[in-house]
């Protein structure tokens, strides 16, 4: 049986996480496009979407690319006041 954390063929497996930052508001649609804008030029950063009816931005990355403090500091650059944030580690 294979044991977990092995790597076939030498490929190496990216580390896949997501956080999920509650902010304080999200202007609309305009406030929306400039954020994932911003996150998107992370390098590492694989996917961001973003409720602006929670104030929630989640955003998907490779965390061998970036972290989240990283992509947590460039939300407070891009003006937003961060409530929480929540990760979740995603395992291939």
């Known amino acids: 049986s294979a044991h977990p954390g092995n790597t076939n ?35 590492g950063v694989m996917s961001v979407s973003i409720n602006s009816a929670k104030n929630q931005i989640s955003v998907d990355f490779d965390d061998t690319g970036v972290t989240q403090n990283k992509i947590q500091r460039k939300l407070e650059d891009l003006g937003h006041h961060i409530e929480s944030v929540t990760m979740e580690q995603i395992t291939e």
């Open 9 to 43: 063929s030498g490929v190496k497996i990216m580390s896949h996480s997501s956080a999920y930052f509650s902010v304080g508001k999200i202007a609309g649609k305009h406030d929306s496009k400039e954020l994932k804008r911003g996150l998107d030029a992370l390098p």
